[in-house]
């Protein structure tokens, strides 16, 4: 399982991004996976962001981003997006995908078996 983060850049405060999950090995219509976005700061460490049931659709949220950010997928093209609008400086941080497969939503990255590669996203004027 493979899965590659792309879409990150250098946008204003208050701009908006749209990050592209591209993801191989397996096909997300097997259902029972989450798909989510983590992202790291500098010395900080790894947050989760977003997770999404390549099954139903189902989104979950942290609370810092509900509202900003949107997850989704599209199956037919094997790809998970995070749609990030409103952006803050406080949204800097290399993102991350990962896919978990033990067929319910999780926060902990220890429960995320494949990762991909992040792209970084900076939030600044």
């Known amino acids: 399982v493979q899965l590659q983060a792309s879409g990150g850049g250098l946008v204003q405060p208050g701009g908006s991004l749209t990050l592209s999950c591209a993801v191989s090995?397996?096909?997300?219509?097997?259902?029972?996976?989450?798909i989510s976005w983590f992202r790291q700061a500098p010395g900080k460490g790894r947050e989760w962001v977003s997770c999404?049931?390549?099954?139903?659709?189902?989104?979950y949220y942290t609370d810092s981003v509900k509202g900003r950010f949107t997850i989704s997928r599209d199956n037919a093209k094997n790809t998970v997006f995070l749609q990030m609008d409103s952006l803050k400086p406080d949204d800097t941080a290399l993102y991350y995908c990962?896919?978990?497969?033990?067929?319910?939503?999780?926060?902990?990255?220890?429960?995320?078996?494949?990762w991909g590669r992040g792209t970084q996203v900076t939030v600044s004027s």
């Open positions: 999404i049931s390549v099954n139903d659709g189902t989104d």
């Open positions: 090995g397996f096909t997300l219509d097997l259902g029972y996976y989450y």
């Open positions: 990962a896919a978990n497969s033990l067929g319910y939503p999780s926060m902990a990255t220890a429960d995320h078996d494949s």
